[in-house]
């Protein structure tokens, strides 16, 4: 909004004054995220059960004298903007500001924060409690009121819908025939294939809950309609769309049935044989670039807990050594970390009818071991673990590693078959870069498991000295400070000097190779620093070009050491 829009809309807010989905506070520099946060989960809930589009908190207007006072809070833009992202860290289901606003008034500045309503069905969380408005009043979110928002989405689920128009005649034959078989598999201990078979179309699609009394849903189309049925979803895309990304660009567009669909994109996906540990014949393994259960797993995953009334479509992008998945919504229940242990169930859905049919089809489970299975599957397979990005609250962003990150966690994982999944985790992240709690970091380095010292830890070569080269082993492994310097005086002491560039020849290739080149480069220069400190060296040139010579105390030395040999 413009400075004249925003004025216009103070107006109107301080008519209305303080109610349930406005709310002033005069705030000064420094107020208190929390708070923040906690007005955030009042004011949303509240503006969902008034069927409102937003609420707004808005700093700068004091909240008695209904005056403009101003506001210092977070005056830089970006401190400012940050806000949004502080929270949708603490928000359940994850969700932040639509936008913030900043008004300049004569008698100081305004900041509007412009808050959506809670989703249908969805009432929002600030670190785990919900709170609600009672009038002009903060307060816990009732247990009437929290009903009323989840009992919004029994009567709009969308993906139960009934398609009056749509027909058998919709459906594709190839589609339901594999229905018929997934079908019987799962329930192959209940009913004999043959009796299975013999079931009339209607009385099966019944049975496995893709139909309502003979009736077709949008979950019957998404799952088994044509394709040139897709239209009766019209305006909600119903599409699946795979990218090629890399030295070689492509794509491909998969429409209904989502049953076949998900194999045929599979089948794009350019799944080659890697050999890991090329160097040990006898160790060597080959696994495929991906497997094809944590492939349909996402993608399966992709398709049931898609907003379909976002009007967007999935996208499984592939580059040369990843595939990430995206699909439409926020991550619908919890956080994916809270299903990795496989020990979470859900308890509800964003589309149930759709999560139904595909559970009966053997397409995804409703016990919340989907994610489990995925990060298990990779961990055979010495991979990396699946990442999720929720950095954007309004989709799910989802990356399973195709290639191998640090030899050493892989190598780990095949000579430590009987590694724990916790500890499996946070290997991954250390080979990633990522923060590791210290905690975690005591036990894994007590096991053996990692080496190193902040904040240059990788995973163990141990295990790679055992299934690799010695050499291999010794490029990984750090060596002490002393046996830099001494390098660096047997150089000084034999050619005279040496500057930064001869000094980095000297010793790069004899750092460890878990250093990266800013990481070699300011280790060189700590050594150099301590030897000049300790008046062993000294600097001839410039500080801009160094010329390293042994100090003039170090050089008396090496003369009486000359002359004693002599004598």
């Not at 903060?138 to 247990?143: M, N, S, V």
């Not at 128009?165 to 192959?188: P, V």
């Not at 399973?400 to 050493?408: I, K, L, N, Q, T």
Request: aromatic letters at 8%.
């Amino acid at each position: 909004m413009d400075q004249t829009h925003l004025q216009a809309l103070l107006i109107d807010l301080i008519a209305s004054w303080e109610n349930e989905v406005i709310e002033f506070k005069q705030a000064g520099k420094d107020y208190s995220t929390d708070d923040i946060g906690k007005y955030f989960s009042a004011l949303a809930n509240e503006a969902n059960l008034r069927e409102e589009e937003a609420a707004w908190l808005v700093f700068g207007v004091h909240n008695k004298t209904r005056q403009v006072v101003g506001t210092d809070y977070r005056l830089q833009f970006e401190r400012l903007q940050s806000t949004k992202m502080q929270i949708a860290e603490n928000t359940e289901p994850s969700i932040t500001f639509r936008n913030i606003h900043e008004l300049s008034e004569p008698n100081g500045r305004v900041v509007f924060f412009e808050i959506p309503a809670a989703p249908r069905g969805l009432p929002i969380s600030w670190k785990g409690h919900y709170y609600a408005r009672a009038g002009e009043s903060l307060t816990h979110l009732g247990l009437d009121k929290l009903d009323e928002i989840r009992q919004q989405t029994m009567s709009s689920d969308w993906s139960a819908q009934i398609i009056p128009e749509a027909t058998i005649t919709h459906l594709d034959e190839t589609a339901l025939q594999k229905a018929r078989e997934s079908f019987a598999r799962k329930y192959a201990n209940r009913f004999f294939s043959d009796e299975i078979t013999g079931w009339s179309l209607p009385v099966f699609l019944d049975r496995a809950k893709l139909t309502q009394d003979g009736k077709i849903t949008r979950s019957t189309l998404l799952l088994l309609g044509k394709p040139e049925a897709a239209y009766f979803l019209s305006p909600h895309p119903a599409q699946m769309t795979w990218k090629l990304e890399g030295p070689e660009r492509a794509y491909e567009h998969f429409a209904p049935p989502f049953l076949l669909s998900t194999t045929a994109l599979y089948q794009k996906i350019r799944n080659i044989q890697l050999r890991i540990l090329p160097d040990d014949a006898l160790l060597a393994v080959e696994v495929a670039k991906y497997d094809q259960k944590v492939v349909l797993e996402a993608l399966h995953n992709c398709i049931a807990h898609q907003d379909y009334t976002r009007s967007g479509r999935i996208i499984v992008t592939e580059q040369p050594d990843r595939l990430i998945f995206e699909n439409e919504g926020s991550f619908f229940e919890g956080k994916p970390d809270d299903y990795i242990a496989g020990n979470k169930t859900p308890r509800r859905y964003r589309n149930p009818s759709l999560v139904q049919a595909m559970t009966e089809l053997n397409m995804i489970d409703t016990m919340g071991y989907g994610i489990h299975a995925m990060y298990s599957g990779q961990a055979r397979r010495y991979f990396p673990m699946p990442d999720y990005d929720l950095s954007d609250p309004l989709a799910v962003k989802m990356t399973v590693y195709g290639h191998v990150v640090d030899p050493a966690y892989s190598r780990m994982l095949i000579q430590k078959t009987d590694l724990p999944l916790t500890d499996i985790l946070c290997l991954d992240r250390i080979q990633k870069k990522l923060p590791v709690p210290k905690a975690a970091i005591r036990h894994l380095r007590r096991n053996g498991l990692i080496e190193g010292r902040n904040p240059n830890i990788h995973v163990s070569a141990i295990v790679a000295q055992a299934t690799a080269s010695k050499a291999e082993y010794i490029l990984t492994r750090a060596q002490d400070d002393a046996f830099y310097a001494k390098l660096i005086i047997d150089y000084l002491t034999k050619f005279g000097k040496a500057s930064r560039e001869e000094i980095d020849m000297l010793l790069w290739t004899k750092l460890s190779d878990a250093l990266d080149k800013q990481q070699k480069s300011k280790k060189i220069a700590n050594l150099l620093a301590n030897l000049r400190r300790s008046e062993r060296i000294d600097n001839a040139g410039t500080r801009k070009s160094p010329i390293w010579q042994l100090a003039e105390k170090k050089i008396n030395e090496n003369c009486s050491v000359a002359e004693k040999n002599a004598e």
